[in-house]
């Protein structure tokens, strides 16, 4: 089945380790991002990408890097920089923006976070 | 970008339809006003969007005010499935990625059985 894959699911880590969380797709999507959550609070974006090879910071980006390689791949390495590291992290995908599509975005199960 | 207002929270008996509101005043003419719902810890699931015509499909109906400053969401026969966070959202334009979604804090639907 077509979808969006995140690993791991649940993830421990000490502080001042780095860690990276994997997303993977096969929808041949061309866009891919990551958000993260807080408990009681909306998704914010962290990095974006359009295409192979580029990406672009969104509104929380330090702390955080990404790689896109490949197409159906958009790693998020969240850094010992990163204060708060402890939230739900989601990784989504769309095709990309055209006049005719609006570009829905589908996501994974996502990511939990919990740095001790 | 156009912000939306949401209740935080809404109640709806099963069986029963359930209508979300939702408020974006400075929305703009090429904006699109999505839906989507995230139940507990899960992705955030796409339901529907929509320019300035109503729309429906399997999951729901979208009524857009006509000046567009305003919307609902209609679950026409909610269930207990169906308890979630709805988040209405107005596309926005970033940087050239015009797919960035601005999430809020969406408006907390519970089912009672």
């Known amino acids: 089945d077509g979808g969006i894959t995140q690993s791991p699911k649940y993830l421990f880590r000490k502080e001042g380790q780095n860690v990276t969380l994997s997303c993977e797709q096969n929808?041949?999507?061309?866009?891919m991002y990551w958000y993260r959550q807080d408990p009681g609070q909306g998704l914010r974006l962290i990095y974006y990408?359009?295409?192979?090879?580029?990406?672009q910071k969104g509104d929380i980006a330090e702390g955080y890097s990404v790689s896109r390689e490949k197409k159906e791949s958009f790693p998020l390495t969240v850094t010992s920089a990163q204060k708060n590291p402890t939230a739900f992290y989601l990784c989504?995908?769309?095709?990309?923006?055209?006049?005719?599509?609006?570009?829905?975005?589908?996501f994974g199960e996502g990511s939990r976070l919990t740095v001790l | 970008d156009a912000k939306t207002t949401q209740p935080p929270s809404m109640d709806c008996a099963e069986g029963r339809a359930a209508n979300l509101p939702c408020n974006h005043s400075?929305?703009?003419?090429?904006?699109?006003v999505y839906w989507y719902r995230q139940i507990h810890s899960q992705g955030p699931q796409y339901i529907i969007h929509?320019?300035?015509n109503n729309e429906t499909n399997e999951m729901a109906s979208l009524i857009i005010t006509e000046d567009r400053k305003s919307s609902t969401l209609i679950l026409p026969h909610a269930t207990l499935r169906d308890t979630a966070v709805y988040y209405c959202?107005?596309?926005?334009?970033?940087?050239?990625?015009?797919?960035?979604?601005?999430f809020g804090t969406g408006t907390l639907l519970a089912v009672q059985p």
């Open positions: 989504a995908s769309s095709i990309w923006d055209t006049p005719i599509n609006t570009g829905e975005l589908f």
């Open positions: 929808l041949n999507h061309d866009a």
């Open positions: 990408s359009q295409i192979v090879n580029d990406f």
């Open positions: 400075t929305i703009s003419g090429n904006e699109y």
């Open positions: 929509g320019l300035k």
């Open positions: 959202i107005v596309r926005a334009n970033y940087g050239g990625a015009t797919n960035k979604l601005i």
